[in-house]
């Protein structure tokens, strides 16, 4: 089991179990991980909002976590998650939804304005 300091974040890749799509990058600490091996939901560190976050809790957009992958160096984790809506706060199944040159390749799910009554 990895053991994550208090005062630490991790990144944390989250992919489709299914596909192997990326659907976003997040950050854990020691809490978020606890949390998510408990209730099988992802929980993340939000660094703007400086708070534990349930994926999904605001949108409704939750990932169930299927496997938990830690890397050789124990410094990155990798969720499969089964993602229940978009992944995105913008509304697209994956936040990586856009080329370099910004063209649009990906699928927008919901709409975020309704989702966030912006």
Same mark, same amino acid.
């Given at each position: 089991?990895i053991?994550i300091p ?19 990058l ?7 991980l606890?949390r998510?091996?408990?209730? =099988?939901?992802? $929980?993340y560190?939000? &660094? +703007? ?6 994926? /999904?809790?605001t949108? *409704?957009n ?14 990155a ?8 809506g =978009?992944?995105? $706060?913008?509304?697209? &199944? +994956?936040?990586f939804?856009?080329t370099?040159? /910004?063209r649009?390749? *990906? ?6 304005d ?5």
């Open positions: 089991m053991e208090d005062d630490k974040l991790i990144p944390a890749v989250v992919q489709d179990w299914k596909t192997g799509e990326v659907l976003m997040a950050y854990m600490n020691s809490i978020a606890s998510t091996l408990e209730t =099988g939901v992802a $929980h560190w939000s &660094r +703007s909002r400086g708070k534990l976050w349930r994926k /999904g809790e949108s *409704g939750e990932q169930i976590v299927k496997e938990i992958l830690i890397d050789c160096d124990e410094d984790i990798l969720l499969k998650v089964e993602q229940r =978009g992944a995105c $706060h913008t509304g697209y &199944r +994956s936040c939804y856009r370099l040159d /910004g649009i390749v *990906g699928e927008r799910v919901f709409d975020p309704e989702v966030y009554k912006r």
